[in-house]
């Protein structure tokens, strides 16, 4: 573990605090996640309610604090959260809970499609060891600070962290093409492609008719 105390802050920028997240910011991290992922692509074209995704929102902030990997942006003058953004090892285990399978029983398509690409990087890099790469699972920021352009700064910050953490690597699976010009300024490069349309869960394809704006999900790497 690193040294927590000597990491709470990461850096400031224009006001805003970018540091490790705390248990005292769950709730309202959780509600940022949720927010910002009912805006997510492949979410908004499912059609999941806010409602069915607070509760696996809350889970996936629990384990970010638990393993300190979670990054806030905190409104220094108002202690407002403005954004967040998750990571986790590669080879973290999911939870042995049936609950937990149950809360994301709505999500199964877009987990199916992340775990075919994760499954690719895997077989091509053949990664056996936890500690080595990290993957950004979500970042967040609340529509209220969408203009004030800190989600660069939420993610170098995050890799920043992953950094300290001893982290070689850090992978990231990006759904849009706004988050994939995001993530290319911060320096990963595109290494997986898996078109939408393409994509089949239980024969169907369920991605099909979605933007086309958006056209692939992509598997971006950076080195640390």
């Known amino acids: 573990m690193i040294d927590y105390q000597n990491t709470l802050a990461l850096k400031e920028e224009n006001g805003v605090l970018f540091r490790l997240m705390t ?5 309202e991290s959780a509600k940022v996640f949720a927010e910002t992922f009912q805006r997510e692509i492949m979410v908004a074209h499912l059609g999941i309610s806010a409602d ?3 509760p696996f929102a809350l889970a996936a902030c629990q384990q970010a604090i638990d393993m300190q990997m979670g990054v806030v942006a905190e409104d220094i003058i108002t202690g407002e959260i403005a954004g967040i953004v998750l990571t986790q090892d590669l080879l973290a285990e999911e939870p042995d809970d049936p609950e937990f399978f149950e809360m994301i029983r709505p999500f ?3 987990f199916a499609l992340l775990d075919e690409l994760m499954l690719k990087y895997l077989d091509q890099k053949q990664v056996f060891i936890t500690g080595e790469v990290s993957v950004v699972f979500v970042i967040g920021v609340s529509a209220k600070y969408a203009r004030t352009h800190i989600a660069k700064t939420l993610v ?3 890799l920043e962290l992953n950094r300290r953490h001893g ?3 850090t992978i990231a699976e990006v ?3 706004v988050s994939q010009r995001l993530a290319r300024r911060s320096g990963f490069k595109e290494l997986i492609e898996l078109e939408y349309s393409n994509f089949e ?6 991605f099909e008719t979605m933007n086309q704006l958006h056209p692939t ?3 971006m790497e950076v080195e640390l």
Do not use: H, N, W
Not at 23 to 27: H, L, M, R, S, T
Not at 201 to 206: A, E, I, N, P
């Open 23 to 27: 248990q005292a910011d769950i709730e």
């Open 156 to 158: 170098d910050s995050a």
């Open 201 to 206: 869960f239980d024969g169907k394809r369920v």
């Open 52 to 54: 069915r995704f607070y």
């Open 108 to 110: 199964e398509p877009l």
């Open 217 to 219: 999900c992509i598997l």
């Open 167 to 169: 982290y070689k690597t």
């Open 175 to 177: 759904t849009s093409a």
